[in-house]
């Protein structure tokens, strides 16, 4: 991912922010437990996130978490030196 840019854009980009820059390993829990808070559009976390990043990108991050937890691939949990 480009270090300019603060959002991710794609799946990819996202992937490697969440699990290398940030150093969350995408597990099941942590997968489900994101889709449970980001679904409740009611709640002021889920409002809060719309109003900073917009209704596109909660829609791609919801997207993304639903795709990760298809995604066999091993999440890397040591972030690089760029």
């Not at 409002?47 to 990043?53: D, S, T």
């Amino acid at each position: 991912m480009d270090t300019d840019k603060a959002i991710p854009t794609n799946y990819a980009e996202w992937r490697e922010c969440i699990t290398v820059h940030c150093g969350i390993p995408l597990t099941l829990d942590f997968i489900m437990e994101r889709l449970n808070a980001l679904s409740q559009v009611e709640t002021e976390e889920t409002i809060r996130f719309r109003r900073l990043y917009g209704d596109q990108h909660w829609q791609n991050v919801m997207h993304w978490f639903l795709q990760a937890k298809g995604d066999p691939s091993p999440a890397p949990t040591e972030a690089l030196d760029d």
